[in-house]
């Protein structure tokens, strides 16, 4: 075989993989903007329950069609601190069981079914919703497509791997070694981890599996081999996510690894014993479906790959806590280790998270939120206290604090810049819009507040003093904007459309008690019932709470206008 035709080959082979994974990142992200919001409120409601987790992984990847790209969401989750490496384990668990549902997909879709005899007519049906302005419509369309490209790809795939010559290297190294011999089958599950680290989807490592063995070029033994390489291959993606994320989330990555490497381990010993289970069960399904014997071969490979991903869930989800220790044990905790989280949108190559990264920013967003209510929480203390010593560590925990919030600020604003450019529903659009808005107001408060630490500090130097009646007035101010930030937090928190009544009672009361105050302030200043200066700084504190509670109040009316 001269060069030209060898690279002809290969760029074919790479051309039908191609042409898959496009469907299926078309069908992911349709899919995400079918069920994007419902998925939020479901994922938000995590607990550590270990079922449910197992569960919700299994959803998690059922949407993404991606174990990869479910696992580096659940590194994400425990890097942003939204769960813990206990949960995180039963949702990688869940994830790889999750995995298994495209691979039954594609057998009997792509062999026992002639899914070309409707793939045209049903391009034909949905091209016209496509073009439609309803967004629901558009990504029903899309997920059809997405289904059609990827079996398409299949067919491609299936039409171009029998012409590749069968003396090609590998394959010829396959077939002189004894089938069942360590050798061969350790260098099999090499081979299942090189290609999907090459094409970052364990799927479509699998349909090439599954191509492979229905054209007789491997044994059952060498495909089964590749499979369990295609488990452990595609934890890379989950440990490269983790390189810029906390110690945490390295731990996570690393436990999807053990979890994978440990399953490859325990069926070493009973091998032989799984390929004739297999074998049997096999021709009980086929004497039953009375199906084609070309169904055989993928059947095989779903059985193998679904009885490995469940039969090592089901033994290693009784070893969450020893997997979680063994993970410190490799990652030793540092002294003072920091529970730092580094907010970033991880696209995988098959399928983009982008819908499901809004759980991830609503809880960075509380997080912010929280920091500027507690800046505000140090003003009142800030006003009475007469220690200089106390006075200096609150003066400094606020700057401290302002400055962490103008950080969050910048890798919010550049975060939801980047979900701007992702593909999402009309409703997440309106959220990610709606969160650019919140983002900045909250900044604000936070930035209010370091004004009125200044205004204080200020007032103090030029030993102002405020009389009895200006400080109950004040005290009462600081309570309705503390009620009214607390609301914003409860908002915030809230996964689904919230009440503005509260707020709005809140705000209404703010603004006729700022209203009130500025008029007693300019009569009490015209009869010289204090100095100017102190009347000075005591209205800015009045004017600059009023505008805290603004701030707040456009933060739960931008969330009630954004579902």
């Avoid at 290693?316 to 970033?344: C, D, H, M």
């Avoid at 004040?474 to 915030?492: D, G, T």
């Avoid at 509670?549 to 456009?554: V, Y």
Wanted: glycine share 4%.
């Amino acid at each position: 075989m001269n060069m030209v035709s060898l690279l002809y080959e290969l760029m074919s082979v790479l051309g039908a993989l191609a042409f898959f994974l496009f469907g299926m990142k078309l069908m992911s992200e349709s899919l995400q903007k079918i069920a994007g919001f419902r998925m939020r409120q479901y994922l938000s409601a995590i607990t550590a329950n270990r079922w449910k987790g197992l569960l919700t992984g299994f959803v998690i990847t059922g949407i993404l069609q991606s174990s990869s790209a479910a696992t580096v969401l659940v590194v994400g989750f425990v890097n942003a601190g939204l769960i813990t490496i206990f949960d995180s384990v039963s949702l990688i668990m869940g994830a790889n069981i999750g995995t298994t549902v495209t691979a039954w997909l594609i057998t009997f879709f792509g062999y026992s079914f002639n899914i070309r005899v409707i793939i045209l007519p049903l391009i034909a049906l949905v091209i016209p919703l496509y073009f439609s302005n309803n967004s629901k419509r558009k990504s029903v369309a899309e997920f059809v497509l997405g289904f059609a490209i990827l079996f398409i790809g299949l067919q491609f795939l299936r039409d171009v791997l029998p012409d590749i010559h069968r003396e090609a290297g590998i394959l010829e190294f396959l077939r002189t070694k004894a089938e069942n011999s360590f050798l061969s089958l350790f260098f099999a599950t090499l081979i299942g981890i090189g290609i999907t680290l090459l094409i970052q989807s364990s799927t479509a490592t699998i349909t090439l599996t599954m191509v492979l063995l229905s054209e007789g070029m491997v044994s059952f033994e060498i495909a089964a081999a590749l499979i369990i390489g295609e488990n452990i291959g595609t934890t890379a993606t989950a440990n490269i996510a983790a390189i810029v994320a906390n110690r945490n989330a390295k731990r996570t990555a690393l436990i999807h690894t053990l979890f994978n490497l440990t399953g490859a381990l325990l069926i070493i010993p009973v091998f032989q014993y799984v390929m004739h289970f297999i074998e049997e069960l096999k021709e009980i399904i086929l004497q039953l479906s009375d199906k084609d014997a070309m169904l055989a071969a993928p059947l095989k490979v779903s059985l193998f790959h679904t009885l490995f991903n469940l039969s090592n869930t089901f033994i290693l989800i009784w070893f969450v806590k020893p997997l979680q220790q063994l993970s410190y044990a490799i990652i030793p905790q540092k002294k003072n280790e920091e529970n730092g989280r580094t907010l970033s949108l991880h696209d995988n190559f098959v399928t983009s998270v982008s819908e499901l990264s809004l759980i991830h920013l609503a809880k960075e967003i509380s997080k912010m939120a929280k920091i500027s209510q507690k800046m505000f929480d140090l003003v009142p203390k800030l006003l009475m206290e007469k220690n200089q010593e106390e006075y200096q560590m609150l003066n400094d925990n606020i700057r401290a604090m302002e400055q962490e919030v103008d950080q969050q600020e910048q890798i919010l604003m550049n975060y939801l810049a980047r979900l701007t450019e992702s593909k999402l529903s009309t409703e997440s659009s309106k959220l990610v819009n709606g969160s650019m808005i919140i983002v900045n107001n909250i900044e604000s408060i936070a930035d209010i507040c370091f004004k009125l630490a200044r205004i204080i500090e200020l007032k103090n130097s030029q030993k102002a003093w405020f009389n009895q009646p200006q400080r109950d007035r004040l005290h009462l101010m600081f309570e309705i904007v503390k009620e009214s930030l607390n609301q914003m937090k409860v908002n915030l928190e809230k996964p689904q459309k919230p009440d503005l009544a509260v707020a709005q009672r809140i705000e209404i009361q703010l603004n006729d008690l700022s209203k009130e105050y500025i008029e007693t302030h300019l009569t009490d200043l015209k009869a010289g019932a204090y100095p100017f200066n102190s009347g000075n700084f005591y209205q800015q504190i009045v004017v600059y709470c009023e505008k805290v509670g603004d701030h707040a109040f456009t933060v739960s009316e931008t969330l009630n206008r954004s579902y």
